[in-house]
């Protein structure tokens, strides 16, 4: 029987590196098109979203940083602190809504 409280080291911070980078990544390419939409509609809102969510990328990708640091470090997995994760949803519900508001923008109708 194998003990609940015993870990591979090695996994976890890895999977959550990779956790962090994918959700990094898909806000800034969020906002890379809300910044082409903004730039080809002449729309300054829409460019300006798009370097919020721009910030909010890098944000995400230096919270990924920090947590693989500290689970590398801990013996024992650790909670994300609740500012982080305050921030991480706040960038993430940023993109998709910018997103829905660049699409909706550029909608014929």
Do not use: Y
Request: net charge positive.
């Amino acid at each position: 029987m194998t003990d609940a409280t015993a870990r591979d080291p090695g996994l976890q911070p890895e999977r959550t590196a990779l956790a962090w980078s994918r959700t990094s990544f898909a806000v800034a390419v969020n906002a890379l098109l809300v910044l082409r939409e903004g730039l080809i509609g002449d729309k300054s809102l829409l460019v300006a979203a798009s370097v919020v969510l721009l910030a909010g990328a890098a944000a995400i990708l230096a919270v990924g940083w920090h947590r693989r640091r500290s689970l590398a470090a801990a013996g024992t997995p650790l909670p994300l602190p609740l500012p982080m994760a305050w921030t991480v949803l706040g960038a993430t519900l940023l993109a998709c809504a910018a997103a829905a508001w660049s699409m909706l923008a550029s909608s014929p109708w």
